[in-house]
Protein backbone atom coordinates (compact mmCIF):
# COMPACT_ATOMS: atom_id res chain seq x y z
CA UNK A 1 0.00 0.00 0.00
CA UNK A 2 1.85 3.77 -0.84
CA UNK A 3 0.85 6.30 1.32
CA UNK A 4 1.05 10.16 0.27
CA UNK A 5 1.12 13.48 2.06
CA UNK A 6 -1.10 15.65 1.42
CA UNK A 7 -1.05 19.22 2.44
CA UNK A 8 -3.01 20.37 5.54
CA UNK A 9 -6.87 20.99 3.57
CA UNK A 10 -7.37 17.53 4.60
CA UNK A 11 -6.67 17.87 8.62
CA UNK A 12 -8.84 20.91 8.96
CA UNK A 13 -9.92 21.51 12.75
CA UNK A 14 -13.28 20.58 13.90
CA UNK A 15 -15.55 23.15 14.89
CA UNK A 16 -18.02 21.02 16.70
CA UNK A 17 -14.81 19.79 18.80
CA UNK A 18 -14.55 23.60 20.15
CA UNK A 19 -12.13 24.92 18.19
CA UNK A 20 -12.33 28.79 17.42
CA UNK A 21 -12.18 29.12 13.85
CA UNK A 22 -14.47 32.42 13.79
CA UNK A 23 -15.43 35.45 15.17
CA UNK A 24 -17.99 35.66 17.58
CA UNK A 25 -21.32 35.33 17.10
CA UNK A 26 -20.37 34.31 13.21
CA UNK A 27 -21.62 31.44 10.59
CA UNK A 28 -18.77 29.09 10.15
CA UNK A 29 -19.87 26.34 7.86
CA UNK A 30 -21.40 26.41 4.67
CA UNK A 31 -22.84 23.17 2.92
CA UNK A 32 -20.56 21.10 5.21
CA UNK A 33 -17.14 23.54 4.46
CA UNK A 34 -15.92 24.99 8.06
CA UNK A 35 -15.27 28.89 7.33
CA UNK A 36 -12.14 29.84 8.88
CA UNK A 37 -11.35 33.79 10.00
CA UNK A 38 -10.32 35.51 7.91
CA UNK A 39 -12.62 34.32 5.59
CA UNK A 40 -16.57 34.55 6.92
CA UNK A 41 -20.06 35.08 5.84
CA UNK A 42 -22.89 37.59 6.12
CA UNK A 43 -21.41 40.50 8.41
CA UNK A 44 -18.42 42.83 7.50
CA UNK A 45 -17.16 41.96 11.24
CA UNK A 46 -16.54 38.00 10.35
CA UNK A 47 -14.23 38.25 7.46
CA UNK A 48 -11.16 40.98 6.79
CA UNK A 49 -12.18 42.74 3.86
CA UNK A 50 -13.94 41.99 0.36
CA UNK A 51 -11.65 39.26 -1.04
CA UNK A 52 -12.39 37.05 2.10
CA UNK A 53 -15.71 36.96 1.84
CA UNK A 54 -17.63 34.39 1.45
CA UNK A 55 -21.26 34.08 -0.19
CA UNK A 56 -23.21 30.82 0.81
CA UNK A 57 -25.18 30.07 -1.95
CA UNK A 58 -28.36 27.64 -2.88
CA UNK A 59 -27.13 25.83 -5.86
CA UNK A 60 -29.42 22.08 -7.83
CA UNK A 61 -26.24 20.12 -5.18
CA UNK A 62 -27.22 22.08 -2.08
CA UNK A 63 -25.78 25.07 -0.16
CA UNK A 64 -22.07 25.72 -1.96
CA UNK A 65 -19.26 28.49 -0.57
CA UNK A 66 -18.28 30.79 -2.96
CA UNK A 67 -15.55 33.34 -3.01
CA UNK A 68 -17.77 36.65 -3.76
CA UNK A 69 -15.63 38.74 -5.13
CA UNK A 70 -13.64 36.33 -7.44
CA UNK A 71 -17.05 34.15 -8.27
CA UNK A 72 -14.55 30.72 -7.28
CA UNK A 73 -16.25 27.56 -5.70
CA UNK A 74 -14.67 26.61 -2.21
CA UNK A 75 -13.99 23.47 -1.59
CA UNK A 76 -11.98 23.76 2.41
CA UNK A 77 -10.07 26.51 3.87
CA UNK A 78 -7.01 25.84 6.01
CA UNK A 79 -3.94 27.90 7.00
CA UNK A 80 -2.65 29.77 4.22
CA UNK A 81 -4.58 27.55 1.55
CA UNK A 82 -8.16 27.45 -0.20
CA UNK A 83 -9.07 24.55 -2.26
CA UNK A 84 -11.06 25.78 -4.91
CA UNK A 85 -12.97 24.49 -8.22
CA UNK A 86 -11.13 26.00 -11.06
CA UNK A 87 -12.48 26.38 -14.56
CA UNK A 88 -11.06 24.10 -17.18
CA UNK A 89 -10.26 25.34 -20.90
CA UNK A 90 -11.40 23.16 -23.65
CA UNK A 91 -11.54 23.36 -27.76
CA UNK A 92 -13.32 21.47 -30.22
CA UNK A 93 -15.96 20.32 -27.25
CA UNK A 94 -19.67 20.78 -28.44
CA UNK A 95 -22.52 21.48 -25.50
CA UNK A 96 -19.47 22.88 -22.81
CA UNK A 97 -19.64 26.46 -21.38
CA UNK A 98 -17.45 28.70 -22.61
CA UNK A 99 -14.20 29.10 -20.67
CA UNK A 100 -13.35 32.49 -19.59
CA UNK A 101 -10.88 34.25 -21.56
CA UNK A 102 -8.37 34.78 -18.68
CA UNK A 103 -9.08 33.83 -15.23
CA UNK A 104 -7.40 36.61 -12.92
CA UNK A 105 -6.85 36.87 -9.35
CA UNK A 106 -4.39 40.29 -9.56
CA UNK A 107 -4.84 42.51 -6.48
CA UNK A 108 -6.39 39.84 -4.49
CA UNK A 109 -3.99 37.71 -1.47
CA UNK A 110 -4.34 34.80 -3.62
CA UNK A 111 -2.35 32.98 -6.41
CA UNK A 112 -2.10 29.16 -7.05
CA UNK A 113 0.23 27.36 -5.39
CA UNK A 114 3.34 26.11 -7.32
CA UNK A 115 4.22 23.23 -4.58
CA UNK A 116 0.57 21.30 -4.67
CA UNK A 117 -0.71 22.28 -8.46
CA UNK A 118 0.45 21.09 -11.90
CA UNK A 119 -0.46 22.31 -15.56
CA UNK A 120 -2.51 19.58 -17.73
CA UNK A 121 -3.31 19.04 -20.83
CA UNK A 122 -5.38 15.99 -22.62
CA UNK A 123 -5.48 15.96 -25.62
CA UNK A 124 -4.38 14.28 -29.10
CA UNK A 125 -0.80 15.69 -30.74
CA UNK A 126 -0.82 19.24 -29.33
CA UNK A 127 1.20 21.78 -27.85
CA UNK A 128 -0.66 23.63 -24.64
CA UNK A 129 0.28 26.99 -23.20
CA UNK A 130 -0.04 28.41 -20.19
CA UNK A 131 0.46 32.54 -20.30
CA UNK A 132 0.48 35.08 -18.19
CA UNK A 133 0.40 38.68 -18.60
CA UNK A 134 1.04 38.35 -22.34
CA UNK A 135 4.18 35.72 -21.82
CA UNK A 136 4.17 32.02 -21.96
CA UNK A 137 5.16 31.10 -18.06
CA UNK A 138 4.92 26.74 -19.58
CA UNK A 139 3.89 24.54 -22.45
CA UNK A 140 3.38 20.99 -22.71
CA UNK A 141 2.92 18.75 -25.43
CA UNK A 142 1.02 15.46 -26.33
CA UNK A 143 0.77 12.68 -28.78
CA UNK A 144 -0.82 10.05 -29.54
CA UNK A 145 -1.71 7.79 -32.87
CA UNK A 146 -5.42 6.85 -34.62
CA UNK A 147 -6.32 4.94 -31.85
CA UNK A 148 -10.22 4.12 -30.28
CA UNK A 149 -9.07 3.94 -27.14
CA UNK A 150 -8.21 7.78 -27.53
CA UNK A 151 -10.96 8.95 -29.62
CA UNK A 152 -13.08 7.56 -26.77
CA UNK A 153 -11.23 8.03 -23.20
CA UNK A 154 -10.14 11.21 -22.51
CA UNK A 155 -9.63 9.89 -18.65
CA UNK A 156 -6.31 8.37 -19.31
CA UNK A 157 -3.86 9.53 -16.17
CA UNK A 158 -0.69 8.14 -15.03
CA UNK A 159 -0.11 7.15 -11.60
CA UNK A 160 2.84 9.59 -11.49
CA UNK A 161 1.60 11.89 -13.99
CA UNK A 162 1.47 12.45 -17.45
CA UNK A 163 4.27 10.87 -19.50
CA UNK A 164 3.19 12.74 -23.42
CA UNK A 165 1.16 10.17 -24.24
CA UNK A 166 -2.77 11.62 -24.53
CA UNK A 167 -1.86 13.74 -21.94
CA UNK A 168 0.96 15.94 -20.62
CA UNK A 169 1.84 17.94 -17.06
CA UNK A 170 3.79 20.74 -16.20
CA UNK A 171 4.96 22.67 -12.70
CA UNK A 172 3.57 26.21 -12.57
CA UNK A 173 5.59 29.22 -12.32
CA UNK A 174 6.00 30.87 -8.86
CA UNK A 175 3.34 33.59 -7.84
CA UNK A 176 0.65 32.80 -10.80
CA UNK A 177 -2.13 35.16 -10.46
CA UNK A 178 -3.18 35.43 -13.95
CA UNK A 179 -3.14 33.12 -16.79
CA UNK A 180 -4.85 31.71 -19.67
CA UNK A 181 -4.70 28.44 -21.64
CA UNK A 182 -3.79 28.50 -25.68
CA UNK A 183 -3.57 25.49 -27.91
CA UNK A 184 -1.65 24.32 -31.06
CA UNK A 185 -1.68 20.76 -33.11
CA UNK A 186 0.99 19.52 -34.53
CA UNK A 187 1.09 18.51 -38.46
CA UNK A 188 0.16 15.16 -38.56
CA UNK A 189 -1.11 12.55 -41.09
CA UNK A 190 -4.51 12.40 -40.20
CA UNK A 191 -5.62 16.19 -39.44
CA UNK A 192 -9.50 15.54 -39.20
CA UNK A 193 -8.53 13.64 -36.03
CA UNK A 194 -6.59 16.38 -34.27
CA UNK A 195 -9.06 19.06 -35.50
CA UNK A 196 -12.41 16.91 -34.27
CA UNK A 197 -11.25 15.67 -30.90
CA UNK A 198 -11.97 17.45 -27.67
CA UNK A 199 -9.12 18.99 -25.75
CA UNK A 200 -8.72 19.97 -22.25
CA UNK A 201 -6.16 21.73 -20.39
CA UNK A 202 -6.54 22.84 -16.90
CA UNK A 203 -4.91 23.93 -13.53
CA UNK A 204 -5.19 21.20 -11.37
CA UNK A 205 -4.32 19.70 -7.78
CA UNK A 206 -1.48 17.42 -8.36
CA UNK A 207 -2.71 14.58 -6.45
CA UNK A 208 -5.97 13.94 -7.45
CA UNK A 209 -5.48 13.80 -11.60
CA UNK A 210 -1.94 11.69 -10.22
CA UNK A 211 -3.87 8.97 -8.08
CA UNK A 212 -7.55 9.33 -8.81
CA UNK A 213 -9.43 8.86 -12.32
CA UNK A 214 -12.24 12.08 -12.90
CA UNK A 215 -14.18 12.44 -15.97
CA UNK A 216 -13.54 15.19 -18.11
CA UNK A 217 -16.71 15.55 -20.17
CA UNK A 218 -18.87 15.79 -17.39
CA UNK A 219 -17.92 19.14 -15.13
CA UNK A 220 -16.39 22.30 -16.58
CA UNK A 221 -14.27 22.58 -13.37
CA UNK A 222 -11.53 20.96 -11.29
CA UNK A 223 -10.48 21.50 -8.20
CA UNK A 224 -7.22 23.64 -7.39
CA UNK A 225 -5.49 24.77 -4.67
CA UNK A 226 -4.72 28.58 -4.02
CA UNK A 227 -2.12 30.04 -1.49
CA UNK A 228 -3.52 33.41 0.78
CA UNK A 229 -1.59 35.45 2.86
CA UNK A 230 -2.99 38.93 4.90
CA UNK A 231 -2.14 41.98 3.00
CA UNK A 232 -0.48 44.30 5.62
CA UNK A 233 -2.70 47.25 3.75
CA UNK A 234 -6.09 45.20 5.05
CA UNK A 235 -5.02 45.81 8.76
CA UNK A 236 -5.52 48.27 11.09
CA UNK A 237 -3.57 48.72 13.88
CA UNK A 238 -5.44 46.86 16.45
CA UNK A 239 -5.23 44.09 14.27
CA UNK A 240 -1.75 44.54 13.17
CA UNK A 241 -1.42 44.29 17.30
CA UNK A 242 -3.23 41.39 17.85
CA UNK A 243 -1.33 39.69 15.78
CA UNK A 244 2.06 40.55 16.95
CA UNK A 245 1.25 39.98 20.87
CA UNK A 246 -1.16 36.82 20.54
CA UNK A 247 -0.61 34.14 23.05
CA UNK A 248 0.88 31.46 20.98
CA UNK A 249 1.02 32.91 18.25
CA UNK A 250 3.72 33.94 15.59
CA UNK A 251 3.48 35.67 12.73
CA UNK A 252 5.97 36.89 9.69
CA UNK A 253 5.77 40.28 7.92
CA UNK A 254 7.43 40.15 4.71
CA UNK A 255 8.66 43.43 3.44
CA UNK A 256 7.71 42.96 -0.05
CA UNK A 257 4.48 40.31 -0.45
CA UNK A 258 5.81 36.73 -1.17
CA UNK A 259 2.46 36.37 -3.28
CA UNK A 260 2.19 38.97 -5.90
CA UNK A 261 4.82 41.44 -4.70
CA UNK A 262 2.23 44.32 -4.23
CA UNK A 263 2.24 44.44 -0.90
CA UNK A 264 3.48 43.76 3.08
CA UNK A 265 1.71 40.87 3.81
CA UNK A 266 1.50 38.65 6.48
CA UNK A 267 1.51 34.65 7.64
CA UNK A 268 0.62 33.57 10.87
CA UNK A 269 0.65 30.05 12.49
CA UNK A 270 0.60 28.73 16.17
CA UNK A 271 3.17 27.62 18.00
CA UNK A 272 5.13 24.60 18.13
CA UNK A 273 2.55 22.15 20.20
CA UNK A 274 -0.23 23.96 19.52
CA UNK A 275 -3.37 23.98 17.03
CA UNK A 276 -6.00 26.03 15.96
CA UNK A 277 -6.40 29.43 13.96
CA UNK A 278 -3.88 32.29 14.99
CA UNK A 279 -6.15 34.74 12.94
CA UNK A 280 -8.71 34.56 15.65
CA UNK A 281 -8.82 35.57 19.64
CA UNK A 282 -7.67 32.31 21.46
CA UNK A 283 -7.53 30.21 18.29
CA UNK A 284 -4.02 29.09 19.35
CA UNK A 285 -5.31 26.43 22.22
CA UNK A 286 -5.25 22.41 23.03
CA UNK A 287 -1.23 21.67 23.58
CA UNK A 288 0.06 19.07 21.31
CA UNK A 289 2.04 15.52 23.31
CA UNK A 290 5.41 16.08 21.82
CA UNK A 291 5.92 12.22 22.96
Not at 105 to 121: D, T
Not at 233 to 241: E, F, H, P, V, Y
Not at 267 to 284: E, I, S
Request: aromatic share 14%.
Amino acid sequence: MMFITLPPIYALADSAEGHIIANPGCSFRCGGVDISYPFGMKDPKCYLGKWFEVECRETSDGQKPFLKSLNLEVIGIDLNWVYIKNPIFHWNCPGRRPTPEVINLRGSPFMYSQEYNKFVAVGCNNLAFLQSNGSTVASCASMCDDNEEVNHNFNLVRENGCSGRYCCDTSLPKYLSEYNATLQHFNTENNNIVVKQCTYAFIVYRYLYQRYTFVLNATDYIEAMLEWEILDSMLDNSTRQHLSESDYVTCNLYNVGSLQNISSSWRCHCLKGFYGNPYVAGGCTGMISMQ
